[in-house]
C-alpha cells in the first residue's frame, strides 16, 4: 500500500539556518502530496502541497518539488525562524483518493 | 480560514467507561469527516471515513463495535470509545474534508488526549 518516510527527528538548529526535512513515498499512480504543520496545541495545518510531477508549493518561506523519479518531496527552507519551531508531517493521497497518509513526523526546535 | 473544533480536549476515564468525542466544523459543512489516532512521537494513523448520513468506513484492524462514529449532520461527527481500556488511551485527531477552488482540502481539530486508568 501507499506510505511516506520522512526524516526522523527531532532536528534542533540555530535561527537563520538552512533547513532540509527529507520525505520519500511510495504510492502507485500519481498521488497529491503535502508537507502539514503542527505547532505547539494546535492542530495540524496544511503548509504546502503539489499535485503533479515537477510541481512546487510553497508558502511562508517554505518549499517542496515533487520528484517522481526520486518519489521524493522534500522540505526546504533558507532561514528558519524560532517560529518555525513545530512538529512537520509529509503525507499523501492517492490519485482520487480523499484519505491522507502521514509520514511519522519530524519535531523541529529552532534556537535563537 | 475554515476551523475544525473537537470537545473535550483531554478527558480521563476510567476502564470499562465508555467516552464520546465531538468533531465539529465550525464555518462550513462537511460531508466526510476523518477520524485519525496519534501515538506519542508516531504518525496519526487513519481509523475511519465519517459519511454524513451514512455508515462510516473503518481502516482494517480498527473495531467498529468499540470505536463507534456517528456523522448525523453536516457539522458534527462524534467517535465514541465503548468499554475503554488502559490501551485505548492516545490522542484522537479529527479532519474535515472540504472541496477548495483546487480540488478538496483537509482541515484538522486540535486533537483530544484521552487516558484510560
Known amino acids: 500500500g501507499d506510505s511516506v518516510t520522512q526524516m526522523e527527528g527531532p532536528v534542533t538548529l540555530s535561527e537563520e539556518a538552512f533547513l532540509t526535512i527529507n520525505c520519500t513515498y511510495t504510492?502507485?499512480?500519481?498521488?497529491?502530496l503535502f508537507w502539514y504543520v503542527q505547532y505547539p496545541g494546535e492542530g495540524l495545518q496544511l503548509l504546502l502541497k503539489?499535485?503533479?510531477?515537477?510541481d512546487k508549493g510553497s508558502n511562508k518561506g517554505f518549499e517542496a518539488t515533487y520528484r517522481k523519479e526520486t518519489t521524493s518531496f522534500h522540505l526546504e527552507k533558507g532561514s528558519v525562524q524560532v517560529s518555525d519551531s513545530a512538529v512537520y508531517f509529509c503525507a499523501l493521497s492517492g490519485q482520487g483518493a480523499q484519505k491522507l497518509v502521514f509520514g511519522q513526523g519530524t519535531r523541529l526546535t529552532i534556537n535563537p | 480560514g475554515a476551523v475544525v473544533s473537537q470537545h473535550p480536549s483531554w478527558v480521563i476515564c476510567k476502564s470499562g467507561t465508555s467516552v464520546k468525542i465531538e468533531c465539529r466544523s465550525l464555518d462550513f459543512q462537511a460531508t466526510t469527516m476523518f477520524w485519525y489516532r496519534q501515538f506519542p512521537k508516531q504518525s496519526l494513523m487513519l481509523m475511519a471515513t465519517s459519511n454524513e448520513g451514512s455508515k462510516a468506513t473503518y481502516e482494517q484492524g480498527v473495531e467498529k463495535d468499540k470505536f463507534l462514529i456517528n456523522h448525523a449532520s453536516l457539522t458534527l461527527s462524534t467517535l465514541t470509545v465503548t468499554s475503554a481500556h488502559p490501551e485505548d488511551s492516545s490522542f484522537y485527531i479529527c479532519s474535515a474534508h472540504q472541496r477548495t477552488g483546487g480540488g478538496y482540502e483537509q482541515y484538522f481539530g486540535p486533537g483530544t488526549r484521552l487516558t484510560v486508568t
Open positions: 504510492a502507485t499512480g500519481y498521488p497529491s
Open positions: 503539489a499535485t503533479k510531477a515537477d
